[in-house]
């Protein structure tokens, strides 16, 4: 290709970054865009599909039949979640069963969030309402993504987790109008999701790698700060009506601003859950393998079976 033409593609592409027209999977575009997507995309994926693990945890334990039926539900979108955006990686010449590989062996990360365990069924509500909360902040914005498949990918998610969220507000509100016992184990849950929660949106801005070029490429319309903050804000009114309390003595309402403002992240926790040394996740690696290792028949019947019609 010569020079002349690279510049061009290169300015088509910025053209259409400038004027919000999709990048498609057959058009030109930078491999560090291409490789930036590949990366958040995959990572994202790989959260869906471990996010299933504390959940699934739960399954069989929910405590009544309508609450079990909600959880098969969610976890079940989950899959379906992580799916579609395996395939979106896959428009982008990505191959799955690299990425999987790349998930089981440690070198891809996935979300902080899932490394940390269920203790008891109050926590199932709090993940729904903060976990799935946080990720619909997250990714309202994504449904913008300059990226079509991911975008696209992201409105049929973004639905699915505002019930999610719901679900999960609905277990945390039957729990505080419940005895003083119930109410105890949701601010328990809270107490020990909260940060964890803040954790999710990634690191401050100034300490984000990816933010600057990401925001440019629009993949990302928000900071993880400006995310953060969003959050926090629609949470604490909810916190209110749920007659529980967000463990943060420095969490407080601005009248002039609209805002909260709230205390510092345990920045070393984070990266300490990052870097594989969280609560749970060698548990949760060492199940994901097992699943896949369990599940390769029916990989090999599928592939016999497509093989067998083509
Ligand atoms: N955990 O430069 P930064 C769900 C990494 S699924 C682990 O700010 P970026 C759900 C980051 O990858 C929720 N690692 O990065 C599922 C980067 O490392 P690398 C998942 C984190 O990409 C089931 C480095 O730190 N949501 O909701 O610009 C049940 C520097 O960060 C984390 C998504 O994946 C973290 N929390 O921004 C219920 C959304 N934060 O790659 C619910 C899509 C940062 O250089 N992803 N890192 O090695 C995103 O929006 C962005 O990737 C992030 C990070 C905001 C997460």
Redesign the pocket.
Known sequence: MSVIESRTLQEDFEDKIRRDIRIEPDDWMPEKYRKTLI??IS??AH??IV??LP?GNWITRAPSLKRKVGLLAKVQD?AGHGLYLYAAAETLGADRADLIDELHTGKA?????FNYPTLTWADIGA?GWL??GA?IK??VP?CRCSYGPYGRAMVRVCKEESF?QRQGFLIMKALCDGTAEQKAMAQDALNRWWWPAL?????NDSA????AQ?MAWKI?RFS?DDLRQKFVDMIAPQADILGITIPDPELKYHEDTGHYSFGEIDWEEFWNV?KGNGPCNRQRIKTRVKAHEDGAWVREAITAYAKKKS
């Open positions: 990366r958040q990572q994202h959260s869906e996010g299933m959940e989950e990360k996935y979300s902080s969030i993940i976990v799935d990720a997250n990714q994504l999610h954790m999710m949106f990634g690191p984000s790698t990816h933010s990401s990302k993880n990052v």
